[in-house]
């Protein structure tokens, strides 16, 4: 008899708001598919739960399936958490529900906190029903759908936002429908909690006037009473777009790729900083959630782009998707490349061309095909025989179903 998968919700901010329910499921499942085992420590500890976790990240999330989903078929219990909230909703989990159903599991939900319910609910709106986009978009092509769709379709939208970007997403509510009505939440439930209201250029201006502003996480509720028009933001249709490493890097730190070998890119924290390292025969590759972006030697990559300054490896295309981290290697070192689905790919940096290599020209093994993400890229010294990288990949890369060394 196959086992119950549990998909349960979390604390958002205070732990009081943990209910009893879901305390008692988590002690008593076989195993917990949490986002991040380490951040998921702290509930455990609070609650005293001692069940088993395995990490279920939206990195490995279709390779981890295949586990959890024999697991469950063998007849253990498990309860999938999200970092914060529900699972699923713009978290890791679905994919997992999606094979359960398709495998006959019973899935059960333990309801609980939820960013974007919390914050419509007290939003003053007309709520009778409401439409829940996720993440606000980051590139330009898709900010200019997006805001023609509000435009066109009055009504009630919950957007999530970072605090990287908060600033710039109200830019272009202030330009594109200023007439909206706004309700932004940060950091709900917690010690600083803070609500904004009314329009765009209103809260654009209080965000402006506060230091704290890129701190803590944003839900985004807009209300759009009437059709005001048509007609988008001016914004820029350059073939590709300087990219803060910042942004994408620090912001969240389940969406790093961690580097598990030497020579990790330290950026820099002020503006008029350079890179030092010694070895000049660097080479700087970038990583995108789609693939590797692109390689740069390391003399072209000695200042953050913020400032108008980015280097030929700081700028991808659209269609290469975000950037989400930084490898520096030597012309001799060969890399490890890990995908979403656990397969391990080893290629020599040599063989990496220097512009985009999703372009014609790209070394085969380095093109991902579509919707396979880049999990991680391991630095791995020529001098370190094949053998002894394997194993160094295999321990730092848990959990995974599929293990293919080409």
Avoid: W
Avoid at 65 to 75: H, K, P, R, T, V
Avoid at 251 to 276: Q, R, W
């Amino acid at each position: 008899m196959s086992g119950r998968l549990y998909i349960v919700a979390t604390p958002i901010g205070n732990l009081g708001d943990m209910t009893p329910r879901a305390v008692e499921i988590l002690r008593e499942v076989d195993i917990i598919a949490a986002e991040d085992t380490q951040n998921s420590m702290t509930l455990m500890a609070k609650f005293e739960i001692k069940t088993k976790l395995v990490s279920n990240h939206k990195f490995n999330e279709s390779g981890s399936a295949d586990y959890f989903i024999n697991e469950l078929l063998s007849g253990k219990n498990i309860a999938v958490i999200s970092d914060a909230g529900t699972p699923c909703i713009s978290d890791p989990g679905n994919i997992l529900v999606k094979r359960a159903v398709e495998n006959n599991i019973e899935i059960v939900g333990i309801p609980g906190a939820c960013a974007a319910v919390t914050a419509v609910s007290i939003s003053g709106f007309d709520i009778k029903s409401f439409i829940f986009e996720g993440f606000f978009p980051r590139e330009n092509t898709e900010i200019k759908k997006i805001i023609k769709k509000l435009k066109d379709n009055p009504g009630v939208y919950i957007f999530y936002e970072s605090p990287k970007r908060i600033i710039k997403a109200f830019e272009f509510f202030s330009e594109a429908i200023p007439e909206c009505n706004i309700c932004l939440c940060n950091d709900l439930t917690k010690k600083f909690e803070k609500i904004y209201r009314g329009s765009p250029a209103k809260v654009l201006e209080e965000l402006r006037d506060n230091p704290s502003a890129e701190k803590g996480e944003y839900t985004i509720v807009v209300e759009i009473t009437e059709i005001v028009g048509d007609g988008v933001p001016d914004v820029p249709e350059a073939e590709t777009e300087i990219v803060d490493l910042d942004e994408y890097v620090e912001e969240d730190e389940d969406e790093e790729i961690e580097d598990v070998g030497d020579g990790a890119l330290d950026v820099p924290e002020s503006e008029d900083d350079t890179i030092t390292i010694d070895d000049n025969t660097l080479t700087i590759i970038t990583v995108t959630k789609k693939g590797l972006g692109k390689r740069c030697e390391f003399e072209k990559f000695t200042r953050r782009n913020r400032g108008g300054k980015g280097m030929a490896c700081h700028k991808i295309s659209e269609k290469t998707g975000e950037l989400v981290g930084a490898l520096s290697v030597l012309e001799t070192d060969d890399i490890m490349i890990i995908t979403d689905d656990g397969t391990m790919i080893r290629t020599p940096v040599s063989g990496i061309p220097v512009y985009n290599n999703r372009a014609a020209g790209g070394v085969k093994v380095m093109k991902t095909s579509e919707g396979v993400s880049i999990k991680s890229v391991i630095r791995v010294a020529a001098a370190e025989t094949e053998e002894e990288e394997n194993e160094e990949v295999v321990e730092s890369s848990e959990n995974m179903a599929v293990v293919e060394v080409e």
